[in-house]
């Protein structure tokens, strides 16, 4: 296998093989190969009240499901089977964190389907249903509706996943899906702002290296080749450039050497 990143071929065969082993290495290395899909999604849900590491590490979850669930023989491109599963495992994340005591998925699941019935049932009969009416149109029994009626004492806020109310149309996003999100563009431009300075300290190979990889989009072996190096050079130069302009902006360094007073 060719260092760096295996091209989609490779990484084909590689799900055509854990299609047929079922081998955990074989997935690890699946898995590895798409960590920066699981990061770009996990960012996605940034700036909302969790952690970024907290949240790649959910998306990392999410991939590991994607990876063992992909069947290679469907057609699908895997980052388009993929990306519904990590952003699903980072929706219940936050549904989960809107519970002020912990109590069991199980109840989770159950309190946000009666909360749905109600609206529904409560928009058609034009009145508050009754818990048989509930139990009936969700299929479950008078004692779990209770159950799930009991347990929104223990709910913070509305679901991010649920509807926003009877008044919302049954094709409603809920609130996760109506959340605003920073345009990319505006990031980009911040964080141009901020770096410029400090990129230009870089040697100037470092400085199209990290252009290549965060402008174009380019892989590592890609970037080797453009540069005639090896891709292992290619990781070496990128980890220690990365390393480099975190120190400086953790220091405060304004690109000149100088920190601010």
Avoid: C
């Avoid at 990876?67 to 219940?92: C, S, Y």
């Avoid at 649920?162 to 109506?178: I, K, M, V, W």
């Avoid at 480099?244 to 405060?252: D, S, T």
């Amino acid at each position: 296998m060719a260092e760096g990143r295996p091209d989609k071929a490779e990484l084909f065969e590689q799900f055509h093989e854990l299609a047929r082993t079922r081998d955990r290495a074989v997935r690890d290395r699946l898995v590895e190969a798409h960590l920066g899909l699981a990061e770009y999604l996990a960012r996605r849900f940034a700036n909302r009240g969790e952690p970024l590491d907290d949240l790649i590490q959910v998306a990392s979850l999410g991939l590991v499901k994607a990876v063992e669930r992909f069947d290679p023989e469907r057609g699908l491109e895997f980052t388009t089977f993929a990306t519904p599963t990590i952003v699903g495992e980072l929706k219940r994340h936050f549904r989960d964190k809107g519970w002020a005591v912990r109590v069991p998925r199980r109840v989770q699941e159950l309190h946000l389907l009666v909360s749905r019935v109600v609206d529904e049932l409560s928009l058609d009969l034009g009145r508050s249903p009754t818990i048989d009416e509930i139990a009936e149109r969700a299929g479950i029994s008078g004692d779990e509706v209770l159950e799930a009626m009991d347990a929104g004492a223990a709910y913070r806020s509305t679901s991010l996943d649920a509807p926003g109310g009877a008044n919302d149309d049954e094709d409603s996003r809920g609130l996760l899906g109506q959340l605003g999100e920073r345009d990319p563009e505006l990031v980009r431009a911040e964080a141009r702002a901020e770096l410029g300075p400090l990129i230009a300290t870089l040697p100037e190979r470092e400085q199209v290296i990290l252009y290549l990889r965060f402008y174009e989009g380019q892989t590592q072996s890609e970037i080797a080749q453009h540069l005639g190096i090896s891709q292992m050079h290619v990781s070496r130069l990128l980890a220690r450039s990365l390393q480099q302009l975190r120190e400086r902006a953790e220091a405060g360094d304004d690109g000149n050497g100088t920190t601010p007073a």
